[in-house]
Structure formats: C-alpha cells, structure tokens
C-alpha cells in the first residue's frame, strides 16, 4: 500500500514540475479485469480444467508408488535380498518418474506455465492495447494498475531519464 502511495505522489510531484502542461492520471483494477473479463474467466476455466487432469495423472502416479512401497514392507521377510533389491531399485525409479512427472507439469517454466502464458498472452496483449488506445485518444499521460500498483501506460513525453543522464555527465 505504501509503494502505492509513493508511486503516485511521484507521480503528481512529476506533474507539478510539468509546469502549464495538464496531467492526466487515471488507473486500472487488473484484479478486476481478470475476474469481470469473459474472456479471462474462459481462459481460467481451460487452464483450471487442464490443472486437474494433471493433478488426477499426478496423484495416480503417487497412489502406484505407495502401492509399490506398502507392497515391499508387507513382502519383506518373504523376499530374498535380491528380489528387494531389485523391487527397491522399481520403486526408485517410480519415485524418479514421479518426480520428473511433477517438475515436468508444474516446475518453473514447466507445461502448466506455459500453458497459462499460451491461454493469457493474447488477452494481454489485447488489455495493453486497450489501455495504450484509451490513454492515446483520452488524453491519459500516466495509468496506473492499481492491483499491483504497476505504471500500466505512460506517455513518453514523460520520460527524463535523457536529461538525468546529461545532468550525471556534467
């Protein structure tokens, strides 16, 4: 919250030493958009549909490997030391499938990351041009996101980070 407050009382400070020319701010709620947006609740549904099939495959891959183990417990008097050797080295293995499996699905930059970025890239980039339409034909200088407290649009006129560099080089 306190990012916020600093973001936008930069903001106006900004403003102000704008001199004449008039600021105009405005801001988004992108937690909102995702949650009114129709296309962002389809999107969220197919990645919500495809997590479970996932996490269903996930749990059948645990369910074998406790299966696997409960079995080698049970049996272990019974078996020779060959056999659980070679029913430990199995249940490594599943343990390492298992494993794999997750890190595959849901590791970072794993299939449901990407996944969510192929369901949600286009919306994006689809609100961004919304915004930089909005902010172009309304007369917007800065819009701010209020959800994250990120700078959404901001008119390059804005940016002094040549003059800050030709003060540096003095």
């Known amino acids: 919250m306190k990012s916020r407050i600093l973001i936008i009382f930069a903001m106006l400070l900004l403003a102000t030493f704008l001199g ?6 405005g801001y988004i709620n992108s937690e909102r958009l995702r949650s009114e947006y129709p296309a962002f609740l389809d999107a969220q549904a197919q990645f ?8 269903e495959e996930a749990v059948k891959l645990e369910e074998e490997l406790i299966e696997m183990q409960t079995e080698l ?4 008097l019974l078996l020779s030391e060959e056999k659980k050797r070679e029913r430990q ?9 298992y494993q794999r ?10 299939k449901a990351e990407r996944r969510n970025a192929e369901l949600t890239s286009p919306l994006l980039e689809r609100i961004n041009k919304a ?12 819009i701010l996101d209020v959800a994250g407290g990120n700078v959404a649009y901001i008119d390059e006129n804005l940016d002094i980070t040549e003059r800050l560099l030709e003060e540096l080089g003095k």
């Not at 417990?73 to 272990?76: F, K, V, Y």
Request: aromatic fraction near 10%; proline fraction near 0%.
């Open 20 to 25: 004449a020319r008039d600021f105009k701010l």
């Open 48 to 55: 919500d549909r495809d997590v479970t099939v996932w996490e």
């Open 73 to 76: 417990e049970q049996q272990a």
């Open 89 to 97: 080295m199995l249940i490594q293995q599943k343990q390492r499938e």
């Open 101 to 110: 499996f997750l890190s595959e699905i849901f590791g970072s930059g794993g």
């Open 131 to 142: 915004i930089i339409d909005i902010a172009e034909s309304q007369g917007y200088d800065l």
